[in-house]
């Protein structure tokens, strides 16, 4: 439950603080003060497992001592001078090559993901041949909330639409499948149709998508989606543009999720857990896309903070410790541990209709009815907020739960959060 220091501060500034935050904000109403690990603490002195590691940022957890020594040792020698080299640039250029595939050996740095989301979209309408004009995107995906990472899938807000550019391919949502289908006798029938709409088709100039859609609800794609798709594309000119904002730097168990599902991208956009919760990204790619003349106009990958000495630095420090420590490796064991935990929880607790996930990114997806799958957003709420109680946080997204804790979490402290997680689920329902 909230204490009092948490309801005094909520109350003070709810007088000038606009409405619209997440649903894990508003729901959760808790005030954090202080972070170590995987452990948050709030105002009022309660602790909680971090099981949304910040907001899918803090892979090495809260404060982790060599970047915050990194950071600290940065800030007291500067700050900013625009995009201007400086003494770690180089070394994060060389860590990221030895990290990344070896095609994608060119960096820009950015500050955002939504940023790196549009750099990505300016190296492609550069780039892109004459009547080329067309980008294809995937259905319940999600870039960003500027404009154009709006444009890609077609969020329009208010009255205005402007989502006229992009052409949308159907995402691998097997639980939910668009086409009424099952996996595996559907044969991949959504990855056909992304063939036949997007890699295909000659106005199209590149494909823009997340490799396991994130903020759409953990989609995982099963085997031969990506296999098609990204052959497709390749055998017709079309870009492969991977956002791994989300999930780039280890989340799914290797460094690229592409990897992992052994798809090619022409670019990769990063950011979240590459500058532990630092305002960072990376747009990465082949030499012959981001140094060509097209995109390689002067001012073209400069931004006001892109690339700025702090955040050079703790990415630096990130990737250093991420490489040092073999943390992929251990968010892949982890991750089929948590798997497991949450497998048995799903047999016992039917509000759970579906699990899935991979690596240290979990999406539990809450129903009325297992028969009939209707969404309950009320439910997935309600065990939210009873797992805030019960000391576990976690990422709550309409009537889906999003895990993802940090690298760094122990045996116990993942066993802890699967007691606190039982625990919730027992309280809002029967098991």
Known sequence: MTGPRTRELLAREAAHLAPGATDEA??????????????????????????AAGTLTQSLGHCHPDVVAALTRQAGRLWNVHDSATEDRAALGELLSALLPEHL??????????????????????????????????????????????????????????????????????????????YPSCETRCADLVVKHVATKPQISALVFEPVLGAGGVIVPPPGYWEKIAQACRDNGVLLVADEVLTGGGRTGAFLACTWLGVEPDLVLLAKGLGSGFPFAVLAGRSDLLRSPEAAAAGSTASTFGGNPLGIA????????????????????????????????????????????????????????????EPAPDLARAVYRAALDAGLRTALGGHILRLAPPFTLTDDELAQGLERLDRALRQVGPC
């Open 314 to 373: 703790v990415a630096l420090a990130t990737l250093t410790v991420l490489d040092r420590d073999d943390l992929i490796a251990r968010a892949a064991a982890l991750g089929d541990r948590l798997a497991a935990g949450l497998a048995e929880l799903r047999e016992r607790h039917p509000m759970i209709g579906d699990v899935r996930g991979a690596g240290l990114l979990f999406g539990l997806e809450f129903v009325r009815d297992r028969e009939t799958r």
């Open 26 to 51: 508003e729901a959760g109403g808790r005030v954090f003060a202080t972070g170590a690990g995987s452990v948050l603490t709030d105002v009022d002195g309660h602790e909680y497992l971090d099981f």
């Open 105 to 182: 050996d060119t960096y820009a740095y950015f500050s955002t993901g939504a940023e790196v989301v549009e750099a990505a979209l300016r190296v492609v309408a550069a780039v892109a041949e004459p009547g080329r004009n067309r980008i294809g995107a995937l259905r319940n995906g999600f870039h960003g909330k500027t404009m154009g990472a709006r444009m890609l899938v077609h969020w329009d807000i208010g009255h205005q639409s402007f989502a006229g550019n992009s052409i949308l391919g159907y995402s691998p949502y097997c639980y939910r499948c668009p086409l009424g289908l099952t």
